[in-house]
């Protein structure tokens, strides 16, 4: 069982500089009367402009919501205030997030999600650590560090920090031909009650030049949680590197295959893995999957990466690329699964977060 945390809602601060008060105008030397006119003047001028401003004013990300379910927040850095309401009593929180880089991520504020959030188990994706590094943020919190680290250097990598102890762990794609191209890319944590698999899917490459590559991952993956969910139940997450459906990426014409992590290769792997086949679909013993948070937000267009370029943050031009896939009969458990929309900045990626009536 997990520790259980504080009634009250965690918060983080960040340091920030206070900007300076502009000055008020002085009006110029006058008679009384003449100052007294251009007061006048000047107050109905400073309400009309005031006025004006107000109207042509940017609306807020909350106003923005309001109007459009669909809007997501626009900070480029991360807020300087951390806050998330305290998970229910009972349940483990799972959290995933690519981090893009741990050093850089550490640069820009990667410790205070880490606190706020405060995951019974967290997943980080896309790590990039030649070693397993050593970060009070983490060692303190998590007393089981499972580290999957490429053996290319600052490459991929994944790992799944945990406060409570596997059973078992492995690094390992069953069946795969080459190991040394999944080194980095999966770390499954075996509990009591289920499997916990985070992974940092192969990415199809530019002009898809590492398709192929992808298609093996799959092939062998999806024999893989398969065999695992014969076992125990399964959850798997992290940077999944697909969009499965036209509504997970802003431009589905214009990327569809012809961009990695929309193609029809990529996402009919993905949707056989949540659907078994028309002959199977009656057999209570082939495995079904579900998209925790598509299923729970059938119609929201909410992504969890922008890229830092073309100002896609702004645009609200994203892909939904990590997210929770759990066993079905596992989905009754789930109690919330929610996009950190305002975490970015970190990372071009925000964190996912799921909770699980526990124990795992």
Partial sequence: MPPKRAASTRTTKRK???ESESPEEALPSASNEERTAKKRKTSTATKAKNTA??????????????????????????????????KAEGTVRIATW?????????????????????????????????????????TQRYPHRH???????????????????P???????????????VKGRIVTLEFESCYVVGTYV???GTGLKTLDAKKEWNTHFEAYIRELD?????VWTGDLNVAPTAIDLANPKTNWNKTPGYTEAETSSFARILNASEAEAHDPDVPKFVDVWRKRHPDLRHYTYFSYRFNCRDKGLGWRLDMF???????????????????YGASDHCPVVLELDGPL
């Fill in 16 to 18: 920030v500089e206070s």
């Fill in 53 to 86: 401003a107000k109207s042509k004013s940017k609306p807020t990300d909350a106003d923005e919501k309001e109007k459009d379910p669909d809007a997501q927040p626009t900070n480029k850095v991360l807020p300087v205030n951390i806050s998330f309401a305290p």
């Fill in 98 to 138: 690519n981090i893009c880089g741990l050093a850089a991520a550490q640069k820009k504020g990667f410790k205070y999600y880490v606190e706020a959030e405060d995951a019974d188990i967290l997943i980080l994706t896309e790590t990039k650590v030649n070693n397993e590094p050593v970060d009070p943020a983490l």
């Fill in 147 to 165: 580290w999957a680290i490429s053996s290319k250097k600052t490459y991929s990598g994944t790992a799944i920090l945990s406060k409570v102890k």
């Fill in 167 to 181: 059973l078992s762990v492995d690094y390992t794609l069953p069946g795969h031909p080459d190991p040394t191209s």
């Fill in 202 to 204: 192969v990415n199809a």
């Fill in 230 to 234: 014969k076992k125990k139940l399964v």
């Fill in 325 to 343: 896939v759990v066993s079905e009969r596992l989905e009754e458990k789930v109690k919330m699964c929610e996009i950190r929309s305002e975490i």
